[in-house]
């Protein structure tokens, strides 16, 4: 006769099936390529910020963690380069997202550090204090390159065939029936006129694509270090989508608001938040966080391009708001705050009566 199975045998087979099938659920869906930078802010008038959380992807990060409350955070993955000297501040800062982060130790290198120099009129110059460490898609776990649906990069034509590539090869080691969508941030030194034949072959790898409206100027040789008119931006937005029909495409323009390319030519302009400048303290970085929002709006409306906007101008509106990333309250571990409100889909569902 069989001996009988115990109970707490089974109880416990049950519960890591349990613990197995709910953590395959957490896996995130939205990340970024784009590497965290500290930065050092100094300002014309001799005052310091320090240990200040930057990078583009960064920002794209906290414009996607924004729509995101509690467990959701885990639908967010992000991949931190930490050096010996990594701020342990700055550890506590990013474990306060409660999204899913996998952090890669370099004790022989500094973490990635920047210095921002602000001088007359807001120009602001920029230099590596100590130099990036790139994330690359082999960072990235097994389980994140299956789950993920949309990935925001931001680098120049080059990087870009290097990442898409070493991705797609992980997807068909991995067997990924599904592939991940990837948003293009084009670099802005590398939107040169005579870099457009690169540019060209560079977004062929990309499904969403998203300069600012100088970057798209410049680089389609239509205006170069000038303020640019809607009927500009407009010009730029249907010639990107000509020249890729495969993608979406969404101009970024500032106070302006951002254009998205419908069909037939046509163009839908969706307005930046906030319109008036006492809102508004420091915009480094909110092109990265209308990115992020878009991915999330471009996954919840099922790839709406106006309503994906909307989530990017809200997103943006959080990061103007203050010098860095947007701070995030809790009330007792439950209610999330951001800033000082209203909530995102309050601002979201403002937005979308404007238009």
């Known amino acids: 006769m069989d001996a009988p199975v115990p109970f707490f045998s089974t109880s416990c087979c049950f519960l890591f099936l349990l613990l197995l099938f709910f953590s395959c659920l957490m896996q995130p869906l939205l990340g970024s390529v784009g590497s965290l930078i500290i930065d050092d802010i100094r300002y014309a008038d001799g005052t310091e910020n320090k240990d200040v959380i930057g990078g583009a992807g960064m920002f794209a990060i906290y414009g996607m963690r924004l729509w995101f409350p509690g467990d959701d955070a885990r639908k967010i993955g992000y991949v931190v380069h930490c050096g010996f000297d990594f701020p342990e501040t700055i550890r506590k800062n990013l474990d306060s997202l409660k999204i899913g982060l996998k952090y890669v130790m370099h004790q022989d290198k500094h973490t990635t550090r920047g210095l921002n120099t602000f001088g007359d009129n807001d120009h602001r110059d920029f230099e590596y204090v100590h130099p990036i460490i790139r994330t690359t898609p082999d960072d990235f776990p097994d389980e994140w390159i299956l789950s993920m649906s949309i990935v925001h990069i931001i680098c120049a034509t080059d990087r870009t065939d290097e990442i898409v590539k070493a991705w797609r090869r992980r997807e068909k080691e991995l067997n990924k029936k599904e592939r991940s969508l990837f948003l293009w941030e084009p670099l802005p030194w590398a939107c040169l006129p005579e870099n457009y034949p690169n540019i060209l072959a560079a977004g062929q790898h990309a499904d969403i694509i998203s300069p600012n409206d100088e970057e798209a ?23 990107l989508a000509r020249d890729f029909p495969h993608a979406a495409i969404v101009v970024r323009a500032g106070k302006k608001g951002a254009a998205v390319a419908l069909d037939q030519g046509k163009v839908a302009w969706i307005p930046a938040y906030w319109t008036t400048p006492d809102r508004i303290v420091d915009v480094t970085g909110c092109g990265n966080a209308f990115c992020g929002g878009f991915m999330v709006g471009w996954l919840e409306s099922k790839g709406d391009p106006v309503v994906a906007a909307a989530y990017g101008s809200v997103a943006a509106s959080y990061v103007a708001e203050q010098v860095g990333v947007p701070s995030l309250n809790t009330n007792h571990g439950k209610l999330e705050q951001w800033n000082h409100g209203p909530a995102p889909r309050d601002r979201l569902a403002e937005l979308l009566r404007r238009l």
């Open 217 to 239: 100027a410049s680089f389609l040789g239509l205006a170069q270090g000038a303020d640019t008119t809607k009927e500009l931006v407009e010009e730029c937005v249907r010639r």
